[in-house]
């Protein structure tokens, strides 16, 4: 059973900085491509970020230069850090293999005050 656990959110004002967790169970962990996906009020889910197994890194243009994905296979992890952050950078945040499992996580709220 895949679990998708995300954390690291919170409230920030704008031009400030959160990194986000994303702890990856069920899975071998170093074979997968991940991704990061946000979910803005009343928006659907937008793909953010992508890391492959090997380590290639592509960000969206909404983000590119202020976001940056990674991981850390000893602990199955993968992150977010986010800098210069814009009020409309606001949803819930969610991680998900490339191609997605089946089960999303929680996800991890951030809100970025203007």
């Known amino acids: 059973q895949v679990q998708l656990v995300e954390s690291g959110g919170g409230l920030v004002q704008a031009g400030g900085s959160l990194r986000l967790s994303c702890v990856v169970s069920g899975s071998d962990f170093t074979t997968i491509d991940m991704a990061w996906y946000r979910q803005a009020p009343g928006k659907r889910r937008d793909f953010i970020a992508r890391?492959?197994?090997?380590?290639?890194?592509l960000h969206d243009a909404s983000v590119k230069g202020r976001f940056t994905i990674s991981k850390n296979n000893t602990v199955n992890t993968v992150y977010l850090q986010m800098s210069s952050l814009k009020p409309e950078d606001t949803g819930v945040y969610y991680c998900n293999r490339i191609p997605e499992f089946e089960s999303w996580g929680q996800g991890t709220q951030v809100t970025v005050s203007s």
């Open positions: 890391i492959s197994s090997g380590g290639f890194r």
